[in-house]
């Protein structure tokens, strides 16, 4: 199984809302990232669990909060948000974080922010 | 900090041409090199890599060609297809410290039928 999944995969909130994304990888990968991605830009890294622990966070505002239950599943809770938090949000996961290895990225979740 | 950029923002090419994509790092600490391909409403797709210790490395009608020397990376597609058409980033990863992978600012390449 060398696949990276994401659910929902479209999601429509309210600036009061409280929301989960959920992504899970069953590849033993022990690294596993949420990246955002606005419209015709490159993905922007957020954060980084390695071995699950958080190892990154790249002075992502608060109002976004990940959580690593296992090393299987990473979810980003949402709550409190913007509009211009609307955009695709990603998942990855790699073997580690450290010595250059390929990540996989799911199919993203699209998220608008009314 | 230093990032991956690329060249040329929008490439068309004719199906059944070769395409060439570019790209230009600044981190001479580099040492690994990934090319993705995401087309719409798609999370990226792995299409190959290579390390710096190679200066060349073929997949399947892809090629990968790194110059380190003027710290340049290029995508090579083989006649050009349809369903290459998509946004291709390259992205760079340092082995030491702890720094995560960075992505260019990407490609787009239109296939014209």
């Known amino acids: 199984d060398t696949e990276v999944t994401q659910t929902p995969k479209h999601l429509v909130m309210g600036m009061t809302n409280k929301k989960s994304l959920k992504c899970e990888q069953h590849?033993?990968?022990?690294?596993m990232y949420w990246y955002k991605q606005k419209a015709k830009k490159p993905p922007e890294l957020m954060f980084v669990?390695?071995?699950?622990?958080?190892?990154i966070n790249e002075s992502v505002p608060s109002r976004f909060s990940p959580e690593c239950p296992n090393s299987s599943l990473l979810n980003l809770h949402l709550h409190a948000l913007q509009p211009e938090d609307s955009a695709l949000y990603l998942c990855?996961?790699?073997?580690?974080?450290?010595?250059?290895?390929?990540?996989?990225f799911g199919p993203g979740t699209r998220l608008t922010v009314l | 900090g230093e990032n991956v950029g690329l060249h040329l923002p929008t490439l068309s090419v004719q199906e059944g041409d070769n395409s060439i994509i570019n790209c230009a790092y600044s981190?001479?600490?580099?040492?690994?090199f990934i090319w993705y391909k995401q087309e719409s409403g798609k999370g990226p797709q792995f299409i190959i890599d290579?390390?710096?210790?190679?200066d060349k490395r073929q997949g399947q009608r892809v090629t990968v060609l790194l110059n380190k020397t003027v710290k340049h990376l290029s995508l090579q597609i083989a006649a050009t297809q349809p369903g290459d058409s998509a946004v291709y980033f390259c992205?760079?990863?340092?082995?030491?410290?702890?720094?995560?992978?960075?992505f260019g600012k990407g490609t787009r390449l239109s296939v014209i039928a």
């Open positions: 990855a996961s790699s073997q580690d974080q450290w010595n250059g290895n390929e990540q996989f």
């Open positions: 590849m033993g990968h022990r690294a």
């Open positions: 669990y390695s071995y699950e622990k958080l190892s």
């Open positions: 981190n001479s600490a580099s040492d690994y």
């Open positions: 290579i390390r710096s210790n190679m």
């Open positions: 992205a760079e990863n340092a082995r030491s410290g702890n720094t995560p992978l960075v």
